[in-house]
């Protein structure tokens, strides 16, 4: 079974400056790929940032970046220069054996 | 391409109604799913389908519900007969398998937000 986990349901970050969320996951895959999803209170989901689990390099998508720890099974979600637009809930997800497991999300509050 | 579009948007229902929730995936995509939107729960896979026949259906709650896919660009999720615990978010999203996964994960649309009184 995969399974992801987040932590820290609620993150505030003030406009302007950094905030990550952290992603730990479990897969017996070898083969598999990473995704964080936002999704505003339109409530589409959006995909903000995608890993493949081979690549070593860790992707960045202009202010959104990853830190994928493959041995720790970690994937964390780092935003900069946060924006108001960005205030949404978070969803980090892991794509293997032929479905796509989601964690239960984190929501970002950004302050003006 | 307009996107992964789902009908309706919003749907009220009363308990022990049919409910028939609507799906067009992009064209040119093979696979499509079927997930569930709860706070309790977060986001689970019902259904997934795989040029048009289904693939795995483990995450259906019970025999009330049922999809299918009669062509490559329809699907719907029927509910019969509807509970009030059966509100929720309802996703439909789509994509390439494999190739897709690389360039864009899976397309989700709108969703539907079922509310069975």
């Known amino acids: 079974a995969q399974t992801v986990t987040q932590s820290q349901p609620e993150m505030s970050v003030q406009e302007a400056e950094t905030v990550t969320l952290s992603c730990t996951y479990d897969?017996?895959?070898?083969?598999?790929?990473l995704f964080w999803y936002k999704q505003p209170p339109s409530r589409q989901m959006i995909l903000v940032i995608r890993?493949?689990?081979?690549?070593?390099q860790n992707a960045t998508e202009n202010r959104f970046s990853v830190n994928f720890q493959k041995a720790a099974k970690s994937f964390s979600l780092k935003i900069s220069d946060s924006q108001l637009g960005d205030a949404a809930m978070y969803f980090c997800?892991?794509?293997?054996?032929?479905?796509?497991?989601f964690g239960k999300g984190n929501q970002v509050v950004v302050i003006p | 391409d307009a996107g992964v579009i789902q009908s309706p948007r919003h749907e009220v229902t009363e308990m022990g109604q049919e409910v028939t929730l609507r799906c067009k995936p992009i064209?040119?995509?093979?696979?499509l799913f079927w997930y569930r939107q709860t706070m309790m729960r977060g986001l689970e896979l019902l259904i997934y389908?795989?040029?048009?026949?289904?693939?795995?259906d483990s995450g259906m709650p019970e025999d009330r519900f049922s999809a299918k896919m009669p062509n490559a660009s329809f699907s719907t999720l029927k509910i019969q007969p509807s509970e009030p615990r059966d509100s929720a978010v309802y996703f439909c999203?789509?994509?390439?398998?494999?190739?897709?996964?690389?360039?864009?994960?899976?397309?989700f649309g709108s969703g539907t937000r079922l509310t069975v009184v």
């Open positions: 999203a789509s994509s390439l398998i494999p190739g897709g996964l690389r360039d864009y994960g899976y397309t």
């Open positions: 897969t017996s895959e070898s083969d598999y790929y």
């Open positions: 890993q493949e689990a081979y690549k070593q």
């Open positions: 997800a892991l794509y293997g054996n032929n479905r796509l497991a």
């Open positions: 064209s040119g995509h093979n696979s």
């Open positions: 389908f795989n040029n048009n026949v289904p693939i795995d």
